[in-house]
């Protein structure tokens, strides 16, 4: 098996500063070609615009430019400083997105714009420190060479005459400043990319505890999903069919020698195999039902709103549809507590509301019922237990308020950014 040796420290640092010394050389020479470039496009895009909108096609072809350019610079960072930086991330389109908005979506995040504040700072830095330090380091160098050419003086700066004894000192001395602000770039450059594109440590061990969490949750609701199939199937469809089953085998049987008999089995067996099928729909409902994949939310919650014993308002105020799996997570919750509202609370009215808070959505449930609901995680995960489970496998969190008397009101807030 292959080993690799690490590198002392002191090499490793060196070879860090060598590094991040040649990464601002690279910003300076970006500033100088690319900044250019980047002002010209902008500037033909702009004064093309009453072209025909000629322009707008311009900057749009700019803007995916400058996103491919962006993207480069996390690369940098990430090779050069070792940093956490995660890719450039983009807001699919959403359902209601016109062919316009579509094309826009990759540069209406915040992410987007900070990512091209760094990379301006960032060039504006490598163009200062790279000026500085190739002035600085010429300077120093024609200082130190005038040992060989003889010159009667030295002007490192206009007006500034040095006698030659005293050139290479200088020299020397603004080579040595040369390093100095070489390095003090280095570190600058390094905390910009770490303020401005790296994720700090604490929130990546946030987001490993929440995902994990979760996961656990995930598999703990599937795990329940799972036992609640099984049972439907064998208290429900399974018994019907078996039924079914015994039925037609009796009435094949007196088919011959009682067709009376056989005929009314039959009529019996028809029956039976209409309640099979309807126990099968509606198990299948319980999956995923139809019309909230086809209608969406709204649509969905009113549905289960008009099959609940009880009568049960609802308010879905939503600028446009959620992900997929946000809106299976917020249906499910709202049958599981309309379920529990019929069976538990003696409640005489319901209210489900559905809003949208920046990228998190909020279900509220409220009934006027007996109150004294509790969750209980850690026990079977059944009734307000799977339903925080499955609430923490979206990443969400699950608030009750349910005095005993009542009433009870159930809030669960999902993120819903996609």
């Known amino acids: ?45 702009v004064g093309t615009i009453p072209v025909f909108g000629l322009g707008l096609l311009i900057l749009l072809g700019v803007a995916w430019l400058l996103r491919l350019v962006l993207t480069l610079e996390r690369w940098r960072a990430r ?29 209406t995040n915040g992410e987007y714009w900070r990512s091209f504040a760094h990379h301006a700072l960032k060039m504006m830095l490598g163009l200062a420190a790279g000026a500085v330090f190739i002035w600085l380091a010429a300077t120093g160098w024609a200082g130190i060479w005038t040992l060989t050419t003889g010159a009667v003086s030295f002007e490192p700066v206009p007006g500034a005459y040095i006698l030659p004894d005293w050139a290479p000192v200088v020299g020397v001395l603004l080579i040595a400043l040369a390093l100095v602000e070489m390095w003090a770039a280095v570190l600058i450059d390094r905390s910009l990319d770490a303020a401005m594109l790296s994720v700090p440590a604490e929130q990546l061990q946030r987001q490993v505890v929440a995902l994990t969490d979760a996961r656990d949750g995930a598999e703990r609701a599937a795990e329940a999903e799972r036992r609640r199939i099984e049972r439907d199937l064998h208290d429900g469809a399974q018994p019907r069919l078996v039924n079914l089953a015994m039925t037609l085998g009796m009435a094949r049987n007196k088919l011959d020698t009682d067709p009376e008999a056989a005929r009314a089995m039959i009529d019996e067996a028809h029956t039976e195999a209409k309640a099979a099928v309807n126990d099968l729909r509606q198990l299948a409902r319980g999956i995923h039902p139809a019309v909230l994949t086809d209608r ?19 308010r879905v105020d939503l600028a446009e549809r959620l992900p ?4 299976s997570v917020a249906y499910f919750v709202v049958a599981e507590a309309l379920t529990n509202i019929a069976k538990h609370s003696r409640a005489t009215n319901a209210q489900v509301v559905v ?35 499955r609430v923490r496998s979206a990443q969400g969190t699950l608030a009750i308020q349910s005095p005993d008397g009542g009433p009870t009101i159930l809030t669960v807030e999902l993120p819903c950014a996609s």
Do not use: C, K, Y
Not at 324 to 327: D, L
């Open 324 to 327: 997929r799996a946000t809106e």
């Open 355 to 389: 809003n949208q808070f920046g990228q998190r959505v909020r279900i509220t449930v409220f009934d006027n019922g007996i109150g004294g609901a509790r969750v209980s995680p850690g026990t079977e995960s059944t009734g307000l237990a799977g339903l925080h489970e």
């Open 296 to 314: 969406g939310l709204d649509a969905a919650l009113s549905a289960l709103a008009a099959q609940s014993p009880i009568p049960v308002q609802v």
């Open 1 to 45: 098996m292959a080993t690799t040796t690490a590198l002392p420290a002191q090499r490793r640092s060196l070879v860090d500063v060598l590094a991040g010394a040649a990464n601002v050389m690279v910003s300076f020479g970006l500033a100088l070609s690319w900044g250019i470039v980047l002002i010209v496009l902008v500037s033909v895009g």
């Open 79 to 107: 090779a050069v400083h070792d940093l956490p930086v995660p890719d450039l991330s983009t807001w699919p389109p959403q359902p209601r997105d016109g062919a316009i908005m579509r094309s826009l979506r990759p540069f």
